[in-house]
């Protein structure tokens, strides 16, 4: 069949020409279309959901919203691993799904099972799932830079928020424009207490009011002289002086109370978790470009480039100028054309060495073309199995061009040979066809061979399936063009090409200086085999000593160009101090001769891909090209005795410097950067991205700690700290702190609110809004959305004192008597009742000074100096504390010798037209109501598989030691050191989890 192939080609060329430029096309346009990228995505098929519940703290996004999400997705189909982070106000549940799973698949099982749990979520929270896309989508990222100084934070964040942002996401392939850094813009209603108690005003009123104050409508059409009209309501707050215009209610006497008259409106900052700084000079606003899954990234950042660069720059306000922080697209052609090159220059050399032992330029052709054009058929298969091109992928195809090679190169040799002692008369092209199928079944089997050697690779899963496919692919594929151009393009070439005067081996001088050298090799290993087979036993025993020297790791560090500097310091770091810290990291950075530019990042970015808390910095470092990097001594040979003359003469064949290395600066950069409180990390960023999404760990090595209780979890975590700064080879350690947080916890007491005829929600109520704050609604105004937020002043909440001075309103007298006579178990007089309950919070006002009376605030409500009362009076010289906006408690009832209760309206015969007599509103401090107390707890929870987990990160200098190496010695240090741990387990992984399963994964496969 082969021969029969090979002498249809021969004697068909023409045929055979015109299907081979026909696949030649084809084959182009595949490479063509072919997606860029550095290196395949490692990453598994994910999905996000990602909650936000601003306000709750960690423990309570935990318990109401991440662990019913996560506990559900792990029965969705194909799900391998479920993560949770709960932080403040926010839930992010990370789905990995198994190898091969489609995402948009994935996505469908998710909203599927998402849609069970709908009834078993808080009120008003509604779950989204991130965008559709992987990893290692962060391909561009960008700042705001006003060069003018005439732009604030605000405005550039502004800017970034309504017109970069979806400028960009209109971009092809583009899935998110994620905005970091800047302060977005609120409309900060600031309500003053003691204006709101003298209009008995509650909150709830006011929140109605600005609610109902902030809308359009339609009235649908009217006809007017034969036109039509559009019936519209403009209702829309669009500043600050709409807002303070805003009817909140009345004084009883028909004057209207605004909304100017009870509270200070004011434009401020929404609460910040994410900041960007750019060189150590200050914040900026930056925006980071996700790609979408399966896309071209070297196609999308192009796209992006060209749109800023033709629409966005030129549209930018004056002095205003976005700076490229980080760009995907350097790295992709470095590493594309650094395998560019180094495929065109293999092909050079091969046919330069074809051409001079065979001394016949023609004959050499046959292999000169044949080589490129299997390459190039390559490309067709990468294209139809969607196979990016990369440094793996193009990587096989330079693995496969040596043995591609040797077919043509046995072909045209054997067809040397036979020309060589062919007659005369003999037909030329029956011999070199004669010639061809002689050796063309051969050849093609064992072609085909080393294509079927390369198929266990395809049997690997997770990131070594990953990363090894797309060269096996490759591989695979150019083996495979290779043997069947052997026999078809080859012969028709031969037939072609082999002309003229053949010259015989002999005659090649090269040839036969080689035969001279190996020649007696050969004589004496063919005349004395048994010592020649002891003798390269004993070389294979010898490398057995150093095989079992050799360390392991999965995957040898990419020289990316730049690095990502993610340090970790303790939680409870406040934003302004997180703020400052990276400031001064990034000016040391900057201040580094290597570096070319520092986009620092503190807390999170405003998108489901970036779940990290405020004490987690991630610093992008751009580096200078090699060349401009630091010159470091080398000693030579005749460095420490030859005159400075002589070694002027030796350099340039000698150099006694060299530039830097890559470890060189990392291990700089982490000495620079060695401050206190923080624990550093270095290394690339698409790997450590791939890293922290595959096994949750951003450095080489990781343990994670399972159990069922935080603070048990915490204490193995931080042992285990301790321990593992003593191995060896380690450079940094940290261990998660699962109680590092700091709460303001405020317990309503049962008991106690029961009295006064409330309940916990009624406490709870004041707690969310007036202390917590209320997004009301949002202003429009153009394409811009602004939030309206309500709450106390910040001077309400300074301090555990000062909380405990916010006023709760109670209910009406009848209320309140009605409630203490329950709860006294006995009927009583309804004066006698709600005067021991106001009794009780004058006692408790006199004992606490945040909340202590005023003297002239007694006097404005009638006062409690009246003859008779069992009260203290209030002195005019009472102490007052300048950062608490004065307040006053109702006055105490009648017939305790104080005015009548018409103060707070506790009765209706009070004096006529207050607002308090016709609402029947009274207010006491919420620390007679509640318990108000300074606590830890966890800053973040991590929820894995339904178990709650703390990670401990450990950095080692991978220059001493390997990481197979480091984690078995480290294995045996901590099981001595820890002992038994019941209700604890520890799993060792980063980098480690994925080499670890590389030898099991090919010890099944290659056999």
Request: net charge negative; aromatic share 8%; hydrophobic share 45%.
């Amino acid at each position: 069949m082969v021969e029969r192939i090979i002498e249809a080609c021969a004697r068909n060329r023409f045929f055979v020409f015109v299907v081979i430029a026909g696949l030649s096309v084809w084959a182009v346009f595949s490479m063509r279309g072919l997606a860029l990228d550095a290196i395949p995505d490692l990453s598994d098929t994910q999905v996000i959901v990602w909650t936000e519940w601003m306000g709750r703290g960690p423990d309570l996004v935990e318990d109401q919203i991440t662990y019913p999400i996560v506990s559900t997705l792990l029965a969705a189909p194909k799900v391998k691993t479920v993560r949770g982070y709960s932080m403040f106000g926010m839930s992010f549940v990370y789905a990995l799904f198994e190898d091969g799973t489609d995402l948009y698949w994935a996505r469908s099982r998710v909203l599927e099972y998402m849609s069970r749990i709908s009834d078993r979520l808080p009120d008003g929270v509604n779950p989204v799932l991130g965008p559709d896309a992987t990893g290692v989508g962060w391909i561009y990222e960008y700042a705001l830079v006003d060069e003018g100084g005439t732009h604030d934070l605000s405005e550039l964040r502004s800017l970034q928020d309504w017109f970069l942002k979806y400028a960009i996401e209109s971009v092809p392939g583009v899935a998110e424009v994620a905005s970091v850094g800047g302060f977005q813009r609120q409309y900060q209603v600031n309500l003053d207490p003691d204006r709101l108690r003298a209009y008995g005003l509650p909150i709830a009123s006011v929140t109605g009011a600005i609610r109902r104050a902030n809308n359009d409508v339609g009235g649908r059409v009217v006809e007017m002289a034969g036109r039509e009209y559009v019936v519209r309501g403009l209702g829309y707050l669009k500043s600050v002086a709409d807002l303070e215009q805003v009817v909140v209610g009345d004084d009883g006497r028909g004057t209207p109370v605004r909304l100017r008259d009870i509270a200070t409106v004011q434009v401020g900052p929404d609460i910040r978790r994410g900041v960007a700084e750019l060189n150590g000079r200050g914040e900026v606003v930056g925006g980071i470009v996700i790609m979408r899954d399966k896309e071209n990234a070297l196609d999308v950042i192009e796209a992006v480039k060209k749109r800023i660069d033709e629409e966005i720059a030129p549209a930018l306000p004056e002095g205003v100028r976005l700076v490229t922080t980080y760009d995907r697209s350097d790295l992709i052609r470095a590493s594309i054309d650094t395998l560019k090159h180094a495929l065109i220059e293999e092909a050079i050399v091969v046919s330069i060495v074809i051409a001079i032992f065979l001394l016949h330029f023609r004959s050499a052709l046959v292999a000169i073309i044949t080589l490129p054009i299997a390459v190039l058929f390559s490309f067709i298969p990468m294209r139809l199995f969607g196979i990016s091109s990369n440094i793996m992928s193009l990587g096989g195809i330079a693995i496969a061009i040596g043995a591609m090679v040797d077919a043509s190169i046995v072909l045209i040799e054997n067809a040397h040979k036979k020309l060589e002692h062919a007659l005369p008369h003999e037909d030329r092209m029956e011999v070199v066809i004669r010639a061809a199928k002689e050796v063309g079944r051969p050849i093609f089997f064992s072609l085909l061979l080393i294509t079927v050697s390369f198929l266990p690779v395809f049997t690997l899963e997770g990131q070594g399936g990953r990363l090894f496919r797309p060269l096996a692919y490759t591989k695979t594929a150019s083996m495979f063009f290779a043997a069947l151009l052997s026999i078809t393009l080859a012969p028709a070439l031969m037939v072609m090409l082999i002309k003229g005067k053949i010259s015989r081996e002999e005659d090649n001088p090269i040839s036969r200086i080689l035969i001279r050298l190996y020649k007696p090799f050969a004589y004496v290993a063919l005349h004395n085999p048994k010592t020649t087979l002891l003798l390269a036993a004993a070389a294979v025993a010898s490398a057995v000593p150093l095989g079992l020297r050799l360390g392991s790791e999965f995957m040898p560090p990419l020289n990316e160009g730049s690095l990502l500097y993610m340090p970790t310091t303790l939680p409870g770091i406040s934003i302004e101090q997180a703020r400052q810290s990276l400031q001064v990291q990034d000016q040391i950075i900057a201040g580094t001769p290597e570096v070319a530019m520092v986009f620092g990042k503190v807390g999170r970015a405003e998108t489901p891909t970036d779940p990290a808390p405020l004490d987690m910095v991630e610093t992008t470092i751009l580096l200078k090209p090699r060349d401009e990097w630091r010159l470091v001594d080398r000693p030579r040979w005749y460095s420490a005795w030859a005159p400075e003359p002589l070694k002027k003469a030796l350099r340039p064949v000698w150099p006694d410097e060299r530039r830097m290395t890559w470890q060189e600066l990392s291990e700089d950069l982490n000495a620079r950067l060695n401050m206190p409180g923080w624990t550093n990390s270095l290394s690339p960023p698409i790997k450590t991205r791939i890293d922290m999404l595959t096994t949750g760990i951003r450095t080489p090595i990781g343990i994670k700690v399972y159990g069922h209780d935080l603070a048990e979890i915490e204490r193995v975590a931080q042992k285990l700290e301790g321990v593992m700064r003593g191995i060896p080879g380690t450079r940094g350690v940290f261990a998660e702190r699962s109680s590092g947080g700091y709460y303001l916890d405020i317990r309503p007491k049962r008991d106690v609110i029961a009295r006064y005829g409330l309940n916990v929600g009624d406490v709870l109520d004041v707690v969310e809004t007036a202390l917590g704050g209320m997004e009301v609604t949002r202003t429009v105004e153009g394409r811009e959305r602004y939030s309206v937020n309500v709450r106390y002043p910040r001077d309400f909440r300074l301090s555990p004192e000062t909380v405990r001075g916010l006023l709760v309103p109670i209910r009406t007298a009848q209320g309140a008597a009605g409630m203490a006579m329950s709860a006294l178990g006995a009927p009583a007089d309804e004066n006698a009742m709600i005067a021991a309950l106001m009794r009780e919070a004058y006692d408790y006002a006199e004992r606490v000074p945040a909340v202590s009376l005023l003297a002239q605030g007694m006097e404005g409500m009638g006062g409690m100096g009246a003859s008779g009362s069992s009260a203290p009076a209030a002195s005019p010289a009472a102490p007052t504390m300048t950062d608490v906006p004065a307040f006053t408690l109702p006055p105490l009832p009648g017939g305790m010798g104080a005015a009548p209760l018409g103060g707070m309206g506790m009765n209706p015969g009070g004096p006529s037209g207050t607002p308090a007599a016709r609402d029947g509103v009274a207010m006491v401090p919420l620390g007679l109501l509640a318990d108000v107390d300074v606590r830890t707890g966890p800053p973040m929870i991590k929820d894995e598989n339904g178990s709650l987990v703390g990670y401990v990160y450990v950095d080692i200098d991978t220059s001493k030691r390997d990481i197979g190496g480091y984690v078995t010695e480290a294995k045996a240090v901590v099981r001595d050191a820890l002992g038994a741990t019941p209700g604890i387990r520890l799993e060792w992984t980063g980098q480690y989890e994925l080499s670890n399963a590389w030898p099991n994964a090919c010890a099944s496969s290659f056999p």
